[in-house]
């Protein structure tokens, strides 16, 4: 059963902490996304990675870290200097760039307090 | 000029109607325009997709419109149904060499309600 599985489903954190999200996916896709999504304000990229070891910043990398050592993980650390941490956070993956199909996962939703 | 500014916020249309969702974009730049449907506590799906080489792609009960000139492309869902009951986001990216990174910009999304 291919698919892409993020992990917990809900977290929940104290402010200062940094929290790392789990993204893994055994579909052999080569690149990974991860997404900001706030109500009103669509899906917004975090950071992204084409290949093994190699992730550039999309356009709010700010307060956020990835790693990308397995070709199957790409998790997602949001540190302590994301000054507005809580959200809905989703990773996605593709074959290939586009116009392949982004595949996402079921989401992380994150609180921070 | 990276935006993609999408509309309405949200629709309410009744069992077989035609719901309309709008999508305007700034950067010529731009040859990719997907749309993706999301269901609550899921994560968005790929609808469908057209290039700007044509005005109207369809699937089923859903077409895309483009027009170039204006710089707009909508989603129209014909015989809507209460299982349309979704999220939809409008998009938008470039294929060309090295822009293309696979980076998605996302308008700001329209809940859509089908009334049964």
């Known amino acids: 059963d291919g698919g892409i599985t993020q992990s917990p489903k809900y977290l929940f954190r104290k402010e200062g902490q940094n929290v790392t999200l789990s993204c893994e996916q055994n579909?052999?896709?080569?690149?990974m996304y991860w997404y900001r999504q706030d109500p009103g304000q669509g899906l917004r990229l975090i950071y992204y990675?084409?290949?093994?070891?190699?992730?550039q910043k999309g356009d709010i990398a700010e307060g956020y870290s990835v790693s990308r050592e397995k070709k199957e993980s790409f998790p997602l650390t949001v540190t302590s200097a994301q000054k507005n941490p809580t959200a809905f956070y989703l990773c996605?993956?593709?074959?290939?760039?586009?116009?392949?199909?982004?595949?996402f996962g079921p989401g992380t939703r994150l609180t921070v307090t | 000029q990276q935006q993609v500014k999408q509309s309405p916020q949200s629709l309410i249309v009744q069992k077989g109607g035609i719901s309309i969702i709008n999508c305007a974009y700034e950067?010529?730049?731009?040859?990719?325009f997907p749309w993706y449907q999301q269901f609550p506590g899921k994560g968005p799906a790929l609808l469908i997709a057209?290039?700007?080489?044509?005005s109207e792609k369809k699937e089923g009960r859903f077409t895309i419109s483009f027009n170039k000139s204006a710089k707009q492309f909508s989603l129209h869902i014909m015989d809507s149904q209460p299982g349309d009951s979704a999220t939809y986001f409008c998009?938008?990216?470039?294929?060309?060499?090295?822009?293309?990174?696979?980076?998605?910009?996302f308008g700001q999304g329209t809940t859509l309600q089908v009334k049964p």
């Open positions: 998009a938008a990216s470039m294929l060309r060499g090295s822009s293309n990174t696979g980076k998605l910009i």
């Open positions: 057209i290039r700007p080489d044509v």
């Open positions: 996605a993956s593709s074959p290939r760039p586009l116009p392949y199909e982004q595949y």
């Open positions: 990675s084409q290949i093994v070891n190699d992730f």
């Open positions: 950067n010529t730049a731009f040859d990719y």
């Open positions: 579909l052999n896709h080569d690149a």
